[in-house]
T-cell receptor, first 112, second 113 residues
Framework: DAGVIQSPRHEVTEMGQEVTLRCKPI?????LFWYRQTMMRGLELLIY????????DSGMPEDRFSAKMPNASFSTLKIQPSEPRDSAVYFC??????????FGSGTRLTVV | AQSVAQPEDQVNVAEGNPLTVKCTYS??????LFWYVQYPNRGLQFLLK????DNLVKGSYGFEAEFNKSQTSFHLKKPSALVSDSALYFC???????????WGAGTKLIIKP
């Protein structure tokens, strides 16, 4: 199993541009989580899905952020328009109930 | 409110010495308990978990953790530290059999040669 696959690994974009982060979960994992990590705020849960359905998006900071999971094999996190304060490492993690999470390698986003 | 505390931002240990990274929690019910490690520029990696049974849980890379229900603690330990153990360690708790984790702030472990 290739694990949780995130792309791109690094993204540098200009303020105001749209950014799309991608995640391919482990097959059979029915929960998918999007996290953001910064030095100031640590690890923050943005949104999570169960069986492709968004369950809790209360961590999404603003309407500029949106996430989708059109099928069990793919999820996206979109920021439109992006701002410098969105700069962070964004992680996708997947799991099944009772198991530990498996994290992707993350996407390091820099908005200039 | 439910929470997880890692009281030490940083722990410094000499190579070869035993190490302990502390974690306490305030969660109702019978939680699942986890430890994760994060190396620089990497995602978090699962180390070990406690669900039920023996209070001493063994995990990856020679780490173990001791669950203490009366003290609501789940400290991470290793008998002999390696320089390569230097990383950021996160404690996390899942209330009952829930899927959502409550995370500690992380403890930076530095092992000096």
């Amino acid at each position: 199993d290739a694990g949780v696959i995130q792309s791109p690994r690094h993204e540098v974009t200009e303020m105001g541009q749209e950014v799309t982060l991608r995640c391919k979960p482990i097959s059979g994992h029915d929960y998918l989580f999007w996290y953001r990590q910064t030095m100031m705020r640590g690890l923050e849960l943005l949104i999570y899905f169960n069986n492709n359905v968004p369950i809790d998006d209360s961590g999404m900071p603003e309407d500029r952020f949106s996430a989708k999971m059109p099928n069990a094999s793919f999820s996206t996190l979109k920021i439109q328009p992006s701002e410098p304060r969105d700069s962070a490492v964004y992680f996708c993690a997947t799991t099944v109930v009772g198991a530990g999470y498996t994290f992707g390698s993350g996407t390091r986003l820099t908005v200039v | 409110a439910q929470s997880v505390a890692q009281p030490e931002d940083q722990v410094n240990v000499a190579e070869g010495n035993p190490l302990t990274v502390k974690c306490t929690y305030s969660v109702s019910g019978n939680p699942y308990l986890f430890w994760y490690v994060q190396y620089p520029n990497r995602g978090l990696q699962f180390l070990l978990k406690y669900i039920t049974g023996d209070n001493l849980v063994k995990g990856s890379y020679g780490f173990e953790a001791e669950f203490n229900k009366s003290q609501t603690s789940f400290h991470l330990k290793k008998p002999s530290a390696l320089v390569s153990d230097s990383a950021l360690y996160f404690c996390a708790v899942s209330p009952d059999s829930n899927y959502q984790l409550i995370w500690g702030a992380g403890t930076k472990l530095i092992i000096k040669p």
